[in-house]
């Protein structure tokens, strides 16, 4: 392998400066062993100093200044303007950029498909996807064994576990309450969960965590995602590096790498769940040799250091393809008003005119630049006519503040719910269809029905590309997947920089509160809690059992 001692990378990739997070514990240290200078910029923590606009700024002058050979992303939702990310790319025209993406069973279609023309590669965690990359993707899950290595600690614990309470993680964790085990859970978000505080630890360092996995008979990878499917997990290479023994929620990708009751034991029900953990118990042997087994394959195959040498022998010796003007395309558009749906058809074809697609605008939504051209792009696989784009909620008061987004409804609630939250300006649609389904678009228009928006037929687009003033009603459970308080960012920075109470924002969002009621309901019931301050926790508590 050429060596990267000469070469400097940018690690920007989401929390890249907390420890606390497996961005840093994964790759920090396994980068600075690999190349000459590592160059960290951390976005999270740059909006929550500077907020998301000068972040953007203070990126790209970084850029400018460091000119590096590798530039390595990972891109968790809007953070990065889409501005920013053509700006980049001319900044740099002999940087190699690489993304990230460990949720591509989740985000593939709707969020990452629009950013790799953004991208020379991508580094991936579910084996599934890699054929959507053309050629350009690695394989990316694994475990930094200077953070993650055997102790010789008792077994103190029955069970552990640590994560967020997603998906069906908050019911299986359930079904062990009255089971009288020893039990430990770590992880943001459980002390919302007061059946749990007498197992809860809080949030745990990495250092925290390796002792946790070393003293646990039997530690717990819950691996499904917020939709509670099939998901391949860093975590359980962690576990397997501590030379632990532990118990997998069924993901076929493992299964690619790992033998079921040699190396791995998985399970795909919560009777299943029970069951095994009920039988290894009481097999002390046998979780040491599966324990063992799964150890040496992982420290032989999958340590983030044997991966990225692996990833960037190949990438080092390629040559930069500067093709990046021709993964985007740009094709003729036209906007219409929705009153123009009803002119008679020479006229709209006339207005029309030699353009292939069809945007709307009015009723108080704009569009951001670029919008056009990742819609577009959004449709170039074929076979779909429709593009939705998630919007802003913007208000004269803070102007954007919040955003719904519509493949998480979609996977929540179903189509016909769906058709209810979404606007005819969200849409861009290929001009033969619109004139094809014409009286379609009439009857959406006056009434949300008419249109059935499935991934078959519809291209979603998880990354805002307008703002609007007008106000959606959003349900209440299982907010958090798809309503994005942007305001609690906005708050923070400023909070951050001593600004909070001397600058007119805090004020101009609480007269929003009056006047929003989405808003005002995640504040109470969400942002609040958030604080961690008892006062405004219970307050959060009490809007939640009132409200809900």
């Known amino acids: 392998m050429n060596s990267l001692k000469d070469k400097k990378i940018i690690f920007a990739t989401w929390s890249s400066n907390n420890k606390y997070w497996h961005a840093h514990q994964m ?90 023309p953004f991208f ?104 499904n995602n917020i939709f509670s499917k099939p998901h391949l997990l860093e975590r359980f290479f962690e576990v397997n590096a501590c030379n632990s023994f532990q118990i997998t929620q069924y993901c076929e990708g493992y299964h690619n790498y790992f033998r079921e009751g040699k190396e791995i034991v998985t399970f795909k029900t919560q009777e299943d769940f029970l069951q095994k953990i009920i039988l290894y118990l009481a097999k002390e042997k046998e979780r040491k040799l599966i324990a063992e087994a799964a150890y040496k394959k992982t420290i032989n195959t999958f340590t983030t250091d044997k991966l990225l040498e692996k990833a960037f022998f190949k990438i080092d010796l390629e040559r930069k393809e500067n093709d990046f003007k021709k993964q985007i395309v740009n094709e003729n558009y036209v906007y219409l008003f929705p009153d123009d749906l009803f002119l008679s058809k020479i006229k709209l074809k006339n207005k029309i005119g030699s353009a292939k697609y069809v945007f709307f605008k009015g009723n108080g939504f704009e569009s951001h630049p670029y919008r056009e051209t990742i819609q577009i792009n959004s449709l170039k696989e074929g076979g779909k006519n429709i593009s939705i784009s998630d919007f802003y909620h913007s208000s004269f008061l803070i102007k954007n503040y919040a955003s719904l987004c519509s493949r998480g409804l979609l996977e929540y609630y179903g189509l016909k719910k769906l058709n209810q939250f979404i606007k005819l300006q969200q849409l861009m649609v290929r001009k033969d269809y619109l004139l094809e389904n014409i009286n379609h678009f009439k009857l959406f228009y006056k009434n949300s029905k008419g249109l059935s928006f499935d991934f078959e037929k519809t291209a979603f687009v998880s990354i805002p590309l307008l703002s609007s003033n007008i106000k959606v009603k ?7 997947h798809f309503y994005f308080a942007f305001f609690e960012r906005d708050l923070l920075w400023r909070k951050n920089k001593g600004l909070l109470f001397f600058d007119s924002y805090l004020y101009r969002f609480l007269l929003l509160l009056m006047i929003d009621r989405n808003c005002f309901r995640y504040f109470f019931t969400q942002t609040l809690y958030k604080t961690k301050i008892p006062f405004f926790m219970k307050i959060s508590q009490l809007a939640n059992a009132f409200i809900l």
């Open 120 to 223: 020379d590669y991508f580094f991936l965690t579910q084996p599934n996807y890699f054929k959507k990359y053309n050629g350009k993707a690695y394989f990316m899950c694994g475990v930094n064994t200077d953070e993650f290595f055997p102790l010789k600690l008792e077994k103190k614990y029955d069970l552990s576990f640590v994560g967020s309470p997603k998906g069906d993680r908050v019911k299986l964790l359930r079904s062990l309450l009255d089971k009288k085990l020893n039990i430990k859970i770590g992880g943001s978000g459980w002390s919302r969960y007061p059946e749990f505080e007498k197992f809860y630890c809080g949030k745990v360092s990495s250092a925290e965590f390796v002792k946790l996995i070393n003293e646990t008979k039997i530690n717990l990878c819950l691996s």
């Open 474 to 480: 959003i349900p209440l459970d299982n907010r958090e």
């Open 27 to 116: 790759w920090d240290g396994p980068l600075r062993k690999l190349f000459g200078k590592v160059v960290t910029f951390d976005p999270q923590e740059q909006i929550n100093n500077f907020g998301k606009e000068q972040m953007n700024a203070n990126f790209l002058a970084t850029l400018k200044r460091e000119q590096p050979d590798y530039v390595f992303m990972w891109i968790m939702f809007e953070e990065f303007n889409i501005e920013t990310l053509f700006e980049m790319r001319k900044l740099c025209p002999k940087t190699k950029f690489i993304g990230f993406c460990g949720d591509d069973d989740i985000k593939f279609e709707d969020h990452t498909l629009h950013l790799i």
